[in-house]
Every structure is written in structure tokens, then in C-alpha cells.
């Protein structure tokens, strides 16, 4: 699992990767980034300042069947504001992993995507 951060108005996100396995598909989740701790107390030396918090929007690429289309899914009760930016920034990211998963299915079939 691993993610990418971004900021907007001093406002942090993080797009969160993995492979969601009762999907069978690759998954991008926008989320709130949460500040922590500059150092954490098992790596003293680590410089994480935010972690991924909870999931907003989910983009998730089927990839046992690449004619199965991509699908964005929204997580959340409270209706929370996406800034433009934002969610281009997660679209292109969502693109990113639906070109990964296709180009993994074309190598090597769907056991390459995980």
C-alpha cells in the first residue's frame, strides 16, 4: 500500500493505492490527510508530517476483465467539500492506476495486477 500527498489551502490529502481484493480491482482512494507527529516514536528519524485519514472517493479498476469500465465510488455521510484542484489531481492519479492495471492485464493477465 502506498500513497501520495497533496495540498490544497493548507488543507492535506492523500491518495491512497491498493488492490481491493472483494473487488477484484485495483483501488485509488481520495482521502483527508491527518497531520502527525514530525517524529515518530519507532523511527526517531522518520519525517511523515500526514498520514491518509479517512476514505472520501474510491476509484476502483476492474482488472480480471479490462472491458469491465472503472468506477468512482463516494464514502462518506457528511458531504464533504472537494476543492477542483483536488479532485483533478485524484482523477489523474485514478487515470494512472487504470493505465497500471491495464498495462499489468496485457503483460501477464490478472494475477500481474496484484
Do not use: C, K
Given at each position: 500500500?502506498?500513497?501520495?500527498?497533496?495540498?490544497?489551502?493548507?488543507?492535506?490529502?492523500?491518495?491512497?493505492?491498493?488492490?481491493?481484493?472483494?473487488d477484484?480491482?485495483?483501488?485509488?482512494?481520495?482521502?483527508?490527510?491527518?497531520?502527525?507527529?514530525?517524529?515518530?516514536?519507532?523511527?526517531?528519524?522518520?519525517?511523515?508530517?500526514?498520514?491518509?485519514?479517512?476514505?472520501?472517493?474510491?476509484?476502483?479498476?476492474?482488472?480480471?476483465?479490462?472491458?469491465?469500465?472503472?468506477?468512482?465510488?463516494?464514502?462518506?455521510?457528511?458531504?464533504?467539500?472537494?476543492?477542483?484542484?483536488?479532485?483533478?489531481?485524484?482523477?489523474?492519479?485514478?487515470?494512472?492506476?487504470v493505465?497500471?492495471c491495464?498495462?499489468?492485464?496485457?503483460?501477464?493477465?490478472?494475477?500481474?495486477?496484484?
Open positions: 500500500m502506498s500513497w501520495e500527498l497533496g495540498e490544497h489551502v493548507g488543507r492535506h490529502y492523500a491518495v491512497l493505492f491498493h488492490y481491493a481484493l472483494p477484484d480491482a485495483g483501488s485509488a482512494e481520495l482521502r483527508e490527510a491527518m497531520s502527525t507527529p514530525a517524529r515518530g516514536t519507532e523511527n526517531p528519524d522518520a519525517v511523515v508530517t500526514h498520514l491518509p485519514g479517512a476514505s472520501v472517493l474510491a476509484a476502483l479498476v476492474p482488472d480480471e476483465d479490462p472491458n469491465l469500465e472503472p468506477t468512482v465510488h463516494i464514502h462518506s455521510h457528511d458531504e464533504p467539500v472537494v476543492p477542483y484542484e483536488i479532485m483533478r489531481w485524484f482523477m489523474e492519479q485514478a487515470a494512472d492506476q493505465e497500471r491495464r498495462t499489468a492485464f496485457e503483460q501477464g493477465g490478472p494475477e500481474a495486477v496484484e
